[in-house]
């Protein structure tokens, strides 16, 4: 099953990229999704509020993502911290995941991974495709906004991915999205009928 992973930074329009693919048949893994249902895990949940306090736990006794994210994007080290503590169990939710979608009979999965940092020490190393969707900074802090995000937390989520740069060098395919949704639909839908020639 080839394993297609989509990148780029927050607003880039990885999800246009990934639902584009998915209307096409495709399942899909998005790794932002596996990362908030292991947080419901117990054992996450103990080492995280040993790591980050009590108070990231929310009223509903379940880690609130909001106060955890506040802790953990403050500094590089406390965001190694977090990335110690989830990478190991989000690796091992996803082998899962690969491992079932294999055994229905699929011919390839997309992969949206955002905080994509390299091929080598991550998710990603056995990737048949990295697609990378890149989008100007200023592009990209509206579209995150427009949908909901606070802007300070924006620009602190951005300032800890990779650049676009980095993302370009570890990438197989390179998408601009810096049009409209339909004229990036087009230009996916257009590498996807080559591409799948040969699945």
């Known amino acids: 099953m080839r ?11 990885k999800s246009t990229a990934r639902k584009t693919l998915v209307d096409q048949g495709l399942p899909f893994i998005d790794l932002d999704k596996v990362g908030h249902d292991i947080l419901l895990w117990d054992t996450v949940k103990s080492d995280l509020v040993e790591a980050f306090g009590e108070d990231i736990i929310g009223s509903d006794g379940e880690i609130d993502r909001g106060a955890l994210a506040r ?3 403050v500094s590089p080290a406390d965001t190694r911290k977090l990335n110690r503590l989830t990478m190991p169990r989000i ?3 996803f082998t899962d995941r690969l491992k079932d979608l294999e055994n229905e009979g699929h011919k390839a999965v997309v992969v949206e991974y955002s905080v994509f940092k ?3 020490t991550s ?28 802007e300070d937390d924006v620009r602190r989520r951005i300032a ?11 990438a197989d395919v390179v998408f601009n999205n810096d049009g409209t949704p339909e004229e990036m639909r087009n230009k996916v839908l257009a590498w996807w009928s080559e591409y799948s020639k040969d699945l």
Do not use: C, H
């Open 160 to 170: 800890r991915q990779i650049t676009d740069a980095e993302r370009i060098e570890a």
């Open 71 to 73: 802790k953990a994007f």
């Open 118 to 120: 390299n091929r080598q």
């Open 123 to 150: 998710i990603a190393y056995d990737a048949d495709v990295v697609i990378a969707v890149l989008a100007p900074l200023d592009m990209r802090i509206e579209r995150a906004v427009k949908s909901g995000w606070d």
């Open 3 to 13: 394993k297609l992973f989509i990148i780029g930074g927050m607003g880039a329009g």
């Open 91 to 93: 690796e091992e939710s």
